[in-house]
């Protein structure tokens, strides 16, 4: 893979910026795990009580495997940084725009691709 034309700067500042949204999402995820074991211990007296803990749950859940998702975004992002291939789409190889990268820094796609990936139209390649 070439290496690309973002300068030292450029590239430590988004480094900076994924590391810290790393640290967000960890922490958040540890919360939102530990806040679904707390709603699991409170013991539930009527229907009303367990079926709000049920959703509260249900939430907590969705919301972690989000925060998860996530997660997974930025630390590949951040092992492309480390590889030379940051700010690369891994599906076409193309430069992604400067923009777009401000953005979403861990996004892992060029518009294009991104676009395409959501029509269900690009074979998924975990990078």
């Known amino acids: 893979m070439k290496l690309l034309s973002m300068d030292k700067k450029k590239l430590e500042a988004f480094k900076k910026r994924l590391e810290t949204r790393q640290h967000e999402l ?7 795990e530990q806040d679904g074991r707390t709603v699991d211990e409170d013991s539930a007296q009527d229907i009303a009580d367990r079926a709000a803990s049920s959703y509260t749950k249900e939430f907590l859940f969705h919301q972690s495997n989000n925060d998860r998702q996530l997660l997974q975004m930025v630390e ?6 480390r590889e030379g291939s940051f700010g690369e789409c891994i599906s076409c190889g193309k430069e992604i725009n400067a923009k777009r990268l401000e953005a979403v820094p861990w996004t892992r796609h060029c518009i294009e691709c991104q676009e395409k ?3 269900g139209l690009l074979e998924e390649t975990h990078g």
């Open 117 to 119: 990936a959501e029509q």
């Open 26 to 32: 960890r922490r958040m995820v540890s919360r939102t």
């Open 76 to 81: 590949g992002a951040l092992s492309r940084i």
